[in-house]
C-alpha cells in the first residue's frame, strides 16, 4: 500500500507478484503446514479457517487440504482474480481487512507475509484485530505473522534479486528507510520477457513498525490471550478467543 492508502502497483499485477515470490524461494506449503500445526495444537477440530490479505491463495491452496471449509479476503481485486482460477470454487472476498463483515464466524483466522504492515500502525492493528475477533468461534485462533518491531527494524536496509521464472526474468532492488514509525520502501523492478522486451516499474510500500506491546494489547481487546512465537523473520501471534472450552 502507498503513503496515499492506494494499492502499489505490484498488487496490481498479480502473475509478477507470483513470479517475484517464486523466484525468491518463498515456501508457501511450510508455512502452511505450521499455521495449521499451531491451529490444531490449540483447537483440536477445527474444520473451518478464513485467510485474510489471501493475496493469490499461495498459502490457501495448501490451508484447503488441512480443513473441510477455507474462504479467503482481499483487497486487490487482480489478486484475487488469480486466487480464483488457484481455488475454484472457494468464495473469496473482496474487503479491507480493518473493516470487513462477512457475517460468519471460523474456528480460524490467519494473516500471513506481514500484511498487517499496510493497515497503518496501532490503530490499524487494533481495527483489524476486532474485524478478526468479529469472524471467530470461541475459542477460536488468530495466527498473524507481523511486520518488524522497532527494535528489529533495519534503516536503509537494501536488498536485491534477479530471477527466472519461466520466460520471464525479474530483477528486483528495495531500499528500507525508517521514517515518523514506518518503513518506507522504494522498490525497483526490471521485467524482460521475449513478446515484451523490457519493462520498468517503480513501487512505494509503507509497512508501519509497530511495537510487540501494541500488538498484544490489540489481541486482548479483542477478547484473545496472546503469545507470541519467535521465528525466522519477524515471528508470528497466535490468539486464541476466550470463551472456548
Known amino acids: 500500500m502507498t503513503r ?7 498488487y496490481r499485477w498479480a502473475e509478477l507478484y ?45 490451508l484447503a487440504d488441512r480443513f473441510d471449509t477455507v474462504e479467503g479476503v482481499d483487497l486487490a481485486e487482480d489478486m484475487l482474480r488469480v486466487a480464483r482460477e488457484r481455488l475454484p470454487g472457494t468464495a473469496l472476498h473482496t474487503g479491507d481487512m480493518r473493516d470487513f463483515r462477512l457475517g460468519r464466524r471460523f474456528d480460524a483466522v490467519t494473516c500471513m507475509f506481514s500484511s498487517i504492515g499496510y493497515t497503518g500502525g496501532a490503530e490499524g492493528v487494533r481495527a483489524t484485530l476486532a474485524s478478526f475477533a468479529r469472524h471467530l ?5 488468530i495466527v498473524l505473522e507481523p511486520w518488524y518491531f522497532p527494535e528489529t527494524a533495519l534503516d536503509r536496509h537494501v ?18 528507510v525508517l521514517e515518523d514509525g514506518a518503513h518506507r520502501m522504494e522498490v525497483h523492478y526490471i521485467v524482460a520477457d521475449r513478446e515484451n522486451g523490457i519493462r520498468h516499474f517503480t513501487d512505494e510500500h509503507v509497512l508501519a513498525v509497530v511495537a510487540r506491546e501494541e500488538y498484544e494489547r490489540a489481541f486482548e481487546e479483542a477478547g484473545c490471550a496472546v503469545e507470541y512465537l519467535p521465528g525466522d523473520g519477524p515471528g508470528l501471534f497466535v490468539g486464541v478467543a476466550k470463551g472456548g472450552g
Not at 468461534?137 to 485462533?141: I, N
Not at 536488498?159 to 528500507?176: K, W, Y
Open 18 to 62: 507470483e513470479d517475484v515470490y517464486s523466484g525468491r524461494g518463498k515456501d508457501y506449503a511450510a508455512d502452511a503446514e505450521r499455521v495449521a500445526a499451531i491451529i490444531t495444537e490449540r483447537r483440536p477440530g477445527a474444520v473451518s479457517l478464513l485467510d485474510a490479505a489471501c493475496g493469490t491463495g499461495a498459502h490457501l491452496r495448501h
Open 4 to 10: 496515499d492508502g492506494g494499492l502499489a502497483g505490484i
Open 159 to 176: 536488498v536485491a534479486d534477479t530471477f527466472t521464472v519461466g520466460a520471464r526474468t525479474v530483477s528486483r532492488v528495495s531500499r528500507a
Open 137 to 141: 468461534e470461541p475459542g477460536g485462533v
